[in-house]
């Protein structure tokens, strides 16, 4: 099935710019009129997934993120956040909550908070390569009403 409507964006792997990339992606996604917490669970799933690009793919250097949103019909969401980093050597592990490499502040709750506030999440990793994370949420279906 081909998207009605697609939105793409690439941008520094800098952490200034996870604000941007929810800030942009919710804007796009208006258009469906979402609730306030749809809305919220997008641009936090988002945040966590930018975030995994930012500390983990490019670690202590600068890289691109890719961001592509595409919206289907019936009010699917599909959000495919892509880098060219280090890429993850076991995506299952690395899926599971409180698993982190680098310790510290971090809890390793990237991927459980984007499973929790999409309907799927896919993963694909190449060590080397780079990491893409394909976000899919179905927005609650609404009539316009143009009265």
Not at 56 to 72: D, L, M, R
Request: glycine share 6%; hydrophobic share 40%; charged share 25%.
């Amino acid at each position: 099935m081909k998207p009605i409507n697609k939105f793409t964006l690439t941008m520094e792997s800098c952490s200034n710019n996870e604000y941007f990339a929810r800030a942009a992606v919710s804007a796009f996604i208006t258009q469906l009129d979402p609730t306030l917490e749809e809305l919220n669970d997008i641009k936090t799933a988002v945040s966590e997934a930018v975030t995994n690009c930012i500390v983990h793919a490019y670690k202590n250097s600068i890289g691109k993120i890719y961001i592509t949103v595409e919206i289907y019909p019936f009010s699917v969401i599909k959000i495919k956040i892509k880098d060219k980093g280090c890429g993850i050597s076991d995506v299952k592990e690395a899926m599971e909550p409180l698993f982190t490499t680098i310790g510290g502040e971090r809890a390793g709750l990237g991927f459980a908070v984007m499973q929790s506030f999409t309907d799927d999440i896919k993963v694909r990793s190449r060590v080397g390569s780079g990491t893409t994370v394909i976000l899919t949420k179905k927005l609650e279906l609404r009539v316009k009403n143009n009265a």
